[in-house]
């Protein structure tokens, strides 16, 4: 039954809401002329970028985007790793020099993350001059502070993992001719006994101080945080961080010793002193990092890293952002299995925005993942082909929008017969901001997708429920509830949009540009969305929509 001049839905809902402008709540500790860093590590050149690498990134240009989106003055670093003996042999059984191996595969990390849309905005190359000049003042900074000296190493080495191992990390094993060998408890590398006099970082002194900073939780998700508790739970050993030159001379020598190398994790991790201008103070932003990681180097930043900070006197990271693996089919990608995932190719049969979707939204951090072209087809033919473009192509249909305009909500319109369900519409929609936030800021990225999604059903429904082409023009109740249920979808598909843009920027942009909206509006601080709905003005009212942009997402066909 119609309802003309019925508001108490309106003044209820308005009553009901607890925020007339939408806000995305800040980081306290970032002011707005303080940048934030975030970084991905640094990737290893001995092999082409794979999907870890891929998820790596894709996550970290999420955070920056996000923070950008909600006002904040962000850098964004990622880069290449280049030196060690994993490079070094590499180099030489191939027949070439190091720095021509690790300039040809950097150029296809930048490739790859440039076809992905990754919005960084350093690449940092340990091989830069640039990098050694930070990493030799790194040394000199500890060495001065007093926590490096010279001492005898003996230990188990494993050189695929470029990493020190106790002798509780190893075990006995065979290789595959049957010989006895050792190997790494995590990684499964063999691993090697080294006795040789090197340079020795005082960690074991460090340990108190890390133990502190993990009590400010730096470490997400949970599971992780604890698994590096549990390592401080023992003592730490002093760290070996150098190498004899006559063995390792890919690398950066030692500052006053040119008989050593300096090693590879040290001088890795400084890039994201290198990335904020280290070592000139004014221009380093390190106080506030996120680094993001998979789980496999842990390790080295929940350990390593802050320890060497303190030792410089510098604070440790603000948060290690840790995500786990992917595999294929259920099974670890290897090149001897032929099932490594092609990014690149994955990127021609599912596009950018595509390709970034399924991982964001498919993927959990705390868990290996698994990857099928069965999955990314379903995913995103179900959730941006079906759910989000087919509810933009609805409203914008001209038959059912032949004004081709965001129209003018009118309280008075609502039937008695849609009260309840669009109280449950609006009510999820005031507060998908702020769940969405949430969901970002404690790195789950796939559950502010899933929140995200779960709305646009739910729009979706109401838009089919209320059968807005079956009401008639020239009956004025059912034209003025037709405006208001366009509107409804319109500006929900505004918020949907704007919410959308650290994961799929350019299908974002897509259906700002549809709804007319212009730059300067595409963020999120200081924006209203149904304003109408609360009884202010909203300048989206009456605005034309911009210019068809066709399908918005087209359907994947099945793999025969």
Not at 167 to 189: M, P
Request: net charge neutral.
């Amino acid at each position: 039954m119609w309802r003309k001049g019925n508001c108490w839905l309106f003044h209820r809902l308005l009553r009901c809401s607890t925020r007339s402008k939408v806000t995305v709540p800040g980081d306290g500790d970032v002011t707005q002329t303080q940048y934030h860093l975030f970084t991905t590590p640094i990737f290893y050149v001995n092999a082409a970028p794979h999907l870890g690498h891929v998820y790596s990134a894709v996550q970290a240009d999420v955070q920056h985007r996000y923070a950008a989106l909600s006002g904040k003055k962000t850098h964004f670093s990622t880069g290449t790793d280049e030196h060690g003996m994993k490079i070094q042999q590499a180099a030489m059984a191939l027949g070439t020099d190091p720095q021509s191996l690790c300039s040809s595969v950097s150029v296809q990390f930048r490739k790859v993350f440039d076809a992905l849309g990754i919005s960084y905005t350093d690449f940092v190359r340990t091989s830069e001059p640039r990098h050694v000049q930070a990493v030799a003042r790194f040394w000199e900074t500890l060495k001065e502070r007093g926590y490096l000296y010279k001492g005898t190493y003996q230990g188990w080495y494993c050189t695929s993992d470029e990493a020190f191992l106790t002798e509780g990390q190893t075990a006995e094993s065979r290789d595959a001719e049957g010989n006895n060998i050792r190997v790494s408890l995590e990684s499964g590398h063999q691993v090697q006994w080294m006795s040789e006099e090197n340079y020795m970082f005082r960690l074991s002194s460090l340990r108190p101080e890390l133990l502190r900073w993990l009590e400010t939780d730096p470490v997400r998700p949970a599971p992780f945080l604890r698994v590096v508790r549990h390592w401080l739970e023992e003592e730490l050993p002093d760290l070996s961080v150098s190498r004899q030159r006559n063995r390792l001379s890919w690398g950066i020598p030692v500052p006053s010793d040119p008989s050593h190398t300096i090693y590879v994790w040290l001088d890795a991790l400084v890039n994201y002193l290198t990335c904020a201008g280290y070592p000139n103070p004014s221009l380093a932003p390190w106080g506030p990092s996120t680094h993001l990681l998979g789980k496999d180097i842990l390790r080295f930043h929940a350990i390593y890293w802050p320890a060497f900070l303190l030792a410089a006197g510098m604070p440790p990271p603000k948060a290690l952002l840790v995500h786990s693996h992917w595999t294929c089919d259920g099974v670890k990608m290897s090149k001897s299995l032929q099932n490594v995932v092609d990014p690149m190719e994955c990127i021609k049969q599912y596009t950018r925005d595509g390709l970034r979707y399924f991982l964001l939204r498919h993927g959990a951090p705390e868990r290996d993942c698994d990857f099928t072209h069965h999955a990314v087809r379903t995913l995103l033919n179900s959730e941006l082909a079906d759910a989000l473009g087919g509810l933009l192509n609805r409203c914008t249909a001209p038959a059912i929008n032949p004004a081709q305009q965001c129209p003018h909500f009118q309280p008075s319109s609502v039937p008695h017969s849609a009260q309840d369900q669009l109280q449950v519409l609006l009510s999820e929609l005031y507060k998908l901001p702020a769940e969405v936030d949430h969901w970002i800021g404690s790195f789950q990225v796939h559950k502010a997708l899933e929140a995200v999604d779960a709305a646009v059903r739910r729009s979706n429904a109401f838009f089919q429920s209320q059968t807005p082409w079956k009401l008639r023009s020239s009956v004025v109740e059912e034209a003025a509830w037709r405006d208001s249920v366009l509107y409804l979808t319109l500006e929900a598909l505004r918020l949907y949009a704007t919410l959308l843009q650290p994961v799929v920027p350019g299908l974002a942009s897509k259906i700002l540009d549809r709804l007319a909206v212009s730059p300067d509006r595409r963020k999120m601080v200081g924006n209203r969305f149904l304003a109408a709905t609360q009884g202010q003005s909203c300048q989206f009212q009456g605005q034309p929509l911009g210019q068809d942009c066709g399908l918005l997402f087209r359907r994947l066909e099945r793999e025969e």
